[in-house]
Nanobody
Framework: QVQLVESGGGLVQAGGSLRLSCAAS????????MAWFRQAPGKEREFVATINWIASSTDYADSVKGRFTISRDNAKSTMYLQMNSLEPEDTGVYYC??????????????WGQGTQVTGSS
């Protein structure tokens, strides 16, 4: 059974940092590309960042470029999102996903339950 479990969310002041983790189990983690998406209240889920299976390629939404860094440790079956210079606009539930490299919701077949990130002004 595929499981993706996010952790590390919380409340942070503007300009602060958080590190999210996504622990995977039940499938061959190193065979899948991974991504982070987020969903703000009243808005659609949006792409944040993606990393390919071997961590040789990454891509980011324009809104987070230069502030967020996606990474993975295949030996630990875990993916990370380092978020720096957080802004109130970064508030939302952050989801990790496993699938094929891309920025679309339909590119990913496995999803976690999400972790809440709240940026306060």
């Amino acid at each position: 059974q595929v499981q993706l479990v996010e952790s590390g969310g919380g409340l942070v002041q503007a300009g602060g940092s958080l590190r999210l983790s996504c622990a995977a189990s039940g499938y061959s983690f190193s065979s899948y590309d991974m991504a982070w998406f987020r969903q703000a209240p009243g808005k659609e889920r949006e792409f944040v960042a993606t990393i390919n299976w071997i961590a040789s390629s990454t891509d980011y939404a324009d809104s987070v470029k230069g502030r967020f860094t996606i990474s993975r440790d295949n030996a630990k079956s875990t993916m990370y999102l380092q978020m720096n210079s957080l802004e109130p606009e970064d508030t939302g539930v952050y989801y990790c996903a496993a699938g094929r490299n891309g920025s679309r919701f339909k590119d990913y077949g496995y999803w976690g339950q999400g972790t809440q990130v709240t940026g306060s002004s």
